[in-house]
Protein backbone atom coordinates (compact mmCIF):
# COMPACT_ATOMS: atom_id res chain seq x y z
CA UNK A 1 0.00 0.00 0.00
CA UNK A 2 1.36 3.68 -0.71
CA UNK A 3 2.04 5.72 1.84
CA UNK A 4 0.06 9.28 1.56
CA UNK A 5 1.98 12.00 0.40
CA UNK A 6 0.11 14.81 2.66
CA UNK A 7 -0.91 15.42 6.17
CA UNK A 8 -3.31 17.59 6.40
CA UNK A 9 -3.31 18.83 10.01
CA UNK A 10 -6.17 21.94 10.87
CA UNK A 11 -4.84 25.16 8.75
CA UNK A 12 -1.65 23.05 6.89
CA UNK A 13 -1.16 20.59 4.35
CA UNK A 14 2.26 19.13 4.66
CA UNK A 15 4.20 17.90 1.65
CA UNK A 16 5.78 14.77 2.93
CA UNK A 17 7.36 13.52 -0.57
CA UNK A 18 10.36 14.77 1.12
CA UNK A 19 10.95 13.55 5.15
CA UNK A 20 9.87 16.65 7.74
CA UNK A 21 11.87 17.90 10.79
CA UNK A 22 9.26 18.01 13.94
CA UNK A 23 11.16 19.76 16.72
CA UNK A 24 10.68 19.05 20.14
CA UNK A 25 9.46 21.60 22.88
CA UNK A 26 9.23 20.35 26.36
CA UNK A 27 8.02 22.29 28.56
CA UNK A 28 8.44 20.10 31.66
CA UNK A 29 10.96 19.90 34.52
CA UNK A 30 11.78 16.40 34.36
CA UNK A 31 12.20 15.14 30.51
CA UNK A 32 15.07 12.80 30.23
CA UNK A 33 17.08 15.41 27.94
CA UNK A 34 15.97 18.66 28.62
CA UNK A 35 14.43 19.03 31.63
CA UNK A 36 13.90 22.24 33.06
CA UNK A 37 15.72 24.01 30.39
CA UNK A 38 12.56 25.82 28.73
CA UNK A 39 9.96 25.33 31.84
CA UNK A 40 9.22 28.93 31.74
CA UNK A 41 7.01 30.21 28.87
CA UNK A 42 9.25 33.10 28.09
CA UNK A 43 12.75 30.21 27.20
CA UNK A 44 10.13 27.83 25.61
CA UNK A 45 8.77 30.04 23.03
CA UNK A 46 12.22 30.98 22.32
CA UNK A 47 13.54 27.91 22.04
CA UNK A 48 10.65 27.06 19.75
CA UNK A 49 11.39 30.10 17.75
CA UNK A 50 14.78 28.77 17.17
CA UNK A 51 13.94 25.13 16.24
CA UNK A 52 11.76 27.07 13.50
CA UNK A 53 14.79 29.38 11.99
CA UNK A 54 16.95 26.04 12.48
CA UNK A 55 14.42 24.54 9.82
CA UNK A 56 11.93 22.70 12.44
CA UNK A 57 8.64 22.07 9.92
CA UNK A 58 6.10 21.20 12.87
CA UNK A 59 7.13 21.84 16.40
CA UNK A 60 5.71 19.35 19.54
CA UNK A 61 5.12 21.00 22.62
CA UNK A 62 4.82 18.66 25.55
CA UNK A 63 4.11 19.73 29.72
CA UNK A 64 4.48 15.61 31.11
CA UNK A 65 7.25 13.91 30.38
CA UNK A 66 6.99 10.33 29.48
CA UNK A 67 10.52 8.92 29.80
CA UNK A 68 10.57 5.68 31.72
CA UNK A 69 9.50 6.35 35.28
CA UNK A 70 8.00 9.40 34.96
CA UNK A 71 5.42 10.42 37.20
CA UNK A 72 2.09 11.77 36.11
CA UNK A 73 1.31 15.27 36.85
CA UNK A 74 -2.40 17.15 37.62
CA UNK A 75 -4.25 18.11 34.72
CA UNK A 76 -4.21 21.81 35.77
CA UNK A 77 -0.63 21.94 35.77
CA UNK A 78 0.00 20.24 32.17
CA UNK A 79 -2.86 22.87 30.91
CA UNK A 80 -0.87 25.76 32.91
CA UNK A 81 2.59 24.30 31.44
CA UNK A 82 1.52 24.49 27.59
CA UNK A 83 -1.18 26.31 26.83
CA UNK A 84 -0.09 30.10 27.36
CA UNK A 85 3.09 28.22 25.29
CA UNK A 86 0.91 27.40 22.19
CA UNK A 87 -0.91 30.45 22.49
CA UNK A 88 2.45 32.60 21.98
CA UNK A 89 3.36 30.87 19.20
CA UNK A 90 0.15 30.46 17.15
CA UNK A 91 0.53 34.20 16.82
CA UNK A 92 3.96 34.48 15.78
CA UNK A 93 4.62 30.94 13.87
CA UNK A 94 4.23 29.54 10.22
CA UNK A 95 4.57 25.88 11.24
CA UNK A 96 2.37 23.29 12.63
CA UNK A 97 2.09 23.11 16.11
CA UNK A 98 1.42 19.61 18.21
CA UNK A 99 0.45 18.94 21.23
CA UNK A 100 2.46 15.53 23.21
CA UNK A 101 -0.25 14.70 25.40
CA UNK A 102 -2.73 11.51 26.17
CA UNK A 103 -5.61 13.74 28.28
CA UNK A 104 -8.44 14.82 26.10
CA UNK A 105 -8.87 17.75 28.33
CA UNK A 106 -5.61 19.36 27.25
CA UNK A 107 -6.31 18.03 23.47
CA UNK A 108 -9.39 20.11 23.28
CA UNK A 109 -7.76 23.23 25.11
CA UNK A 110 -4.63 23.20 23.07
CA UNK A 111 -6.96 22.85 20.01
CA UNK A 112 -9.01 25.68 20.61
CA UNK A 113 -5.42 27.29 21.95
CA UNK A 114 -3.74 26.67 18.06
CA UNK A 115 -2.62 23.39 18.21
CA UNK A 116 -2.76 21.61 14.57
CA UNK A 117 -2.15 18.31 15.57
CA UNK A 118 -2.40 15.85 18.52
CA UNK A 119 0.56 13.59 19.67
CA UNK A 120 -0.74 10.61 21.71
CA UNK A 121 1.54 8.24 23.44
CA UNK A 122 -1.75 6.02 24.36
CA UNK A 123 -3.25 6.46 20.65
CA UNK A 124 -6.41 8.13 21.58
CA UNK A 125 -7.04 5.11 24.03
CA UNK A 126 -8.16 7.21 26.64
CA UNK A 127 -11.77 8.23 27.51
CA UNK A 128 -12.87 10.94 24.93
CA UNK A 129 -9.85 11.35 23.39
CA UNK A 130 -10.81 9.47 20.17
CA UNK A 131 -13.64 12.46 20.15
CA UNK A 132 -11.87 15.45 20.28
CA UNK A 133 -9.89 14.49 17.38
CA UNK A 134 -12.71 13.38 15.34
CA UNK A 135 -14.60 16.88 16.54
CA UNK A 136 -11.74 18.63 15.04
CA UNK A 137 -9.84 19.24 12.07
CA UNK A 138 -6.49 18.46 13.95
CA UNK A 139 -4.03 15.88 12.65
CA UNK A 140 -3.09 13.09 14.79
CA UNK A 141 -0.12 10.87 15.48
CA UNK A 142 -0.85 7.53 16.62
CA UNK A 143 2.03 5.58 19.00
CA UNK A 144 2.33 2.02 20.22
CA UNK A 145 3.13 1.72 24.20
CA UNK A 146 3.82 -0.92 26.18
CA UNK A 147 2.35 -0.76 29.78
CA UNK A 148 2.86 3.02 31.14
CA UNK A 149 5.49 5.52 31.26
CA UNK A 150 6.16 3.79 35.03
CA UNK A 151 6.22 0.44 34.21
CA UNK A 152 6.94 0.31 30.42
CA UNK A 153 10.96 -0.66 30.45
CA UNK A 154 10.63 -3.20 33.99
CA UNK A 155 9.98 -6.15 31.47
CA UNK A 156 9.16 -5.49 28.22
CA UNK A 157 8.07 -8.32 26.47
CA UNK A 158 6.84 -9.90 22.74
CA UNK A 159 6.31 -13.19 21.08
CA UNK A 160 7.16 -10.71 17.55
CA UNK A 161 7.75 -6.81 18.23
CA UNK A 162 7.41 -6.30 14.65
CA UNK A 163 4.06 -8.02 13.92
CA UNK A 164 2.38 -6.38 17.27
CA UNK A 165 3.30 -3.26 16.76
CA UNK A 166 1.93 -3.75 13.19
CA UNK A 167 -1.06 -5.08 14.63
CA UNK A 168 -2.13 -2.79 17.37
CA UNK A 169 -1.23 0.31 15.12
CA UNK A 170 -3.75 -1.29 12.22
CA UNK A 171 -6.44 -1.82 15.04
CA UNK A 172 -5.48 1.76 16.41
CA UNK A 173 -5.94 3.36 12.65
CA UNK A 174 -8.94 1.38 12.18
CA UNK A 175 -10.56 2.82 15.59
CA UNK A 176 -10.09 6.24 14.61
CA UNK A 177 -11.11 6.45 10.84
CA UNK A 178 -14.33 5.06 11.93
CA UNK A 179 -14.68 7.87 13.97
CA UNK A 180 -14.49 10.19 10.85
CA UNK A 181 -10.84 10.97 10.63
CA UNK A 182 -9.34 10.73 7.35
CA UNK A 183 -6.28 8.96 6.46
CA UNK A 184 -5.02 12.38 4.81
CA UNK A 185 -4.86 13.73 8.76
CA UNK A 186 -3.19 10.40 10.35
CA UNK A 187 0.02 9.83 11.46
CA UNK A 188 1.53 6.46 12.65
CA UNK A 189 4.19 6.06 15.29
CA UNK A 190 5.94 2.10 16.44
CA UNK A 191 7.20 4.26 19.42
CA UNK A 192 10.89 3.73 20.63
CA UNK A 193 11.58 3.29 23.59
CA UNK A 194 7.89 3.16 25.09
CA UNK A 195 8.05 -0.67 26.53
CA UNK A 196 10.87 -1.88 24.43
CA UNK A 197 14.09 -3.47 25.25
CA UNK A 198 16.81 -2.65 22.85
CA UNK A 199 16.57 -6.14 21.00
CA UNK A 200 13.16 -4.98 20.65
CA UNK A 201 14.34 -1.32 19.30
CA UNK A 202 17.02 -2.75 16.73
CA UNK A 203 14.44 -5.13 15.56
CA UNK A 204 12.04 -2.14 14.85
CA UNK A 205 14.46 -0.18 12.83
CA UNK A 206 15.91 -2.94 10.71
CA UNK A 207 12.52 -4.01 9.86
CA UNK A 208 10.87 -0.82 9.50
CA UNK A 209 10.05 -0.47 5.93
CA UNK A 210 7.26 -3.18 6.90
CA UNK A 211 5.22 -0.51 8.57
CA UNK A 212 4.55 1.36 4.76
CA UNK A 213 2.43 -1.74 4.46
CA UNK A 214 -0.47 -0.16 6.91
CA UNK A 215 -0.71 2.94 4.08
CA UNK A 216 0.06 6.09 6.80
CA UNK A 217 2.72 8.46 6.86
CA UNK A 218 5.22 6.80 9.23
CA UNK A 219 7.02 9.17 12.60
CA UNK A 220 10.02 7.94 14.10
CA UNK A 221 11.73 9.45 17.34
CA UNK A 222 14.74 8.36 18.51
CA UNK A 223 16.19 11.24 19.03
CA UNK A 224 18.74 10.79 22.63
CA UNK A 225 16.64 7.86 23.31
CA UNK A 226 18.92 5.11 25.31
CA UNK A 227 18.86 2.39 22.77
CA UNK A 228 21.43 4.82 21.39
CA UNK A 229 23.39 5.20 24.28
CA UNK A 230 23.63 1.24 24.64
CA UNK A 231 24.43 0.82 21.21
CA UNK A 232 27.24 3.84 20.91
CA UNK A 233 27.61 5.16 24.30
CA UNK A 234 27.64 8.84 25.78
CA UNK A 235 24.72 10.22 27.58
CA UNK A 236 21.60 12.28 26.08
CA UNK A 237 23.99 15.42 25.37
CA UNK A 238 26.08 12.96 23.33
CA UNK A 239 24.04 11.11 21.26
CA UNK A 240 24.00 13.42 18.32
CA UNK A 241 25.76 11.55 15.62
CA UNK A 242 23.93 8.19 16.58
CA UNK A 243 20.66 10.17 16.30
CA UNK A 244 21.57 11.08 12.97
CA UNK A 245 22.37 7.84 11.90
CA UNK A 246 18.83 6.46 13.08
CA UNK A 247 17.24 9.34 11.40
CA UNK A 248 19.08 8.94 8.22
CA UNK A 249 18.36 4.69 8.48
CA UNK A 250 14.42 5.31 9.24
CA UNK A 251 13.48 8.31 6.87
CA UNK A 252 15.73 5.70 3.87
CA UNK A 253 13.21 3.46 4.78
CA UNK A 254 9.98 5.09 5.06
CA UNK A 255 9.75 7.57 7.71
CA UNK A 256 8.24 10.83 7.16
CA UNK A 257 8.36 12.76 10.22
CA UNK A 258 11.34 12.07 12.31
CA UNK A 259 11.00 14.10 15.87
CA UNK A 260 14.42 15.48 17.33
CA UNK A 261 16.00 17.64 19.84
CA UNK A 262 18.86 18.86 17.29
CA UNK A 263 17.08 20.19 14.28
CA UNK A 264 19.57 22.04 12.32
CA UNK A 265 22.00 18.79 11.84
CA UNK A 266 18.45 16.58 10.99
CA UNK A 267 17.98 19.08 8.58
CA UNK A 268 20.99 19.00 6.93
CA UNK A 269 21.38 15.27 7.36
CA UNK A 270 17.55 14.56 5.53
CA UNK A 271 18.63 17.12 2.57
CA UNK A 272 21.04 14.37 1.53
CA UNK A 273 18.44 12.08 1.89
CA UNK A 274 15.85 13.91 0.20
CA UNK A 275 18.08 13.97 -2.79
CA UNK A 276 19.03 10.77 -3.22
CA UNK A 277 15.34 9.58 -2.62
CA UNK A 278 13.68 11.93 -4.73
CA UNK A 279 16.75 12.02 -7.87
Known amino acids: MTQSKQLICGKFTLDLTTPRVMGIVNVTPDSFSDGGKYITIERAVSHALALVDEGADILDIGGESTRPGAKPVSLQEELDRVLPVIEAL?????????????????????ITAGADIVNDVRALQE????????????????????????TMQLNPNYVNVVEEVGQFLLERLNAVTAMGVGHERI??????????????????????????????????????????GKIAGGDEQQRLHAGLAASVISTMKGARVVRVHDVRATVDALKIVSAVINA
Not at 90 to 110: H, N, Q
Not at 127 to 150: D, F, I, K, W, Y
Not at 194 to 219: D, M, R, S, V, Y
Open 90 to 110: AKVTRVPLSIDTYKPEVMRAA
Open 127 to 150: EGALEVVANSRVGVCLMHMQGTPQ
Open 187 to 228: LLDPGFGFGKTTAHNIALIQQFETFNALGQPLLVGLSRKSVL
